[in-house]
C-alpha cells in the first residue's frame, strides 16, 4: 500500500534536512580536522555524507522513493512513474 502524499512529501523533507545537515556538518568538520590538507578534507567529507545517504535511502525509500533532489523527483515524473503533481510537492519539500 502506498503511503499517503502528504506523509510522502514529509518524508522527503526530513530526508532532505538530514542530508543537507549531513553535508554541511562533514564539510565544517573535515575543515578544520584536514589542518589545510585539501585532499583529506575532501575524503572526511564524502565518506560520512555518502554514509548518511544510504541510511537515509534505506529508511525513506518505502515511503516516498527516497528521492531528496527536486532534479530526481522530475525526472521521475518524465519517466511517467510519479504524476507531476506529486513531482511539484516533492519538490517543494525538497527546497
Given amino acids: 500500500m502506498k503511503a499517503s502524499l502528504s506523509r510522502r512529501v514529509v518524508a522527503e523533507f526530513v530526508g532532505t534536512g538530514f542530508l543537507v545537515a549531513a553535508v554541511v556538518g562533514s564539510g565544517i568538520m573535515a575543515e578544520r580536522l584536514s589542518g589545510g590538507n585539501a585532499a583529506l578534507a575532501l575524503l572526511a567529507n564524502t565518506i560520512p555524507t555518502g554514509a548518511t545517504l544510504v541510511?537515509?535511502?534505506?529508511?525513506?525509500?518505502?515511503?516516498?522513493?527516497?528521492?531528496f533532489n527536486p532534479v530526481v523527483s522530475f525526472a521521475d515524473a518524465l519517466e511517467h512513474g510519479l504524476p507531476y503533481r506529486e513531482a511539484f510537492a516533492y519538490a517543494t519539500a525538497q527546497l
Wanted: proline fraction near 0%; glycine fraction near 8%; hydrophobic fraction near 70%.
Fill in 55 to 67: 541510511a537515509l535511502i534505506f529508511a525513506f525509500e518505502a515511503v516516498s522513493g527516497a528521492h
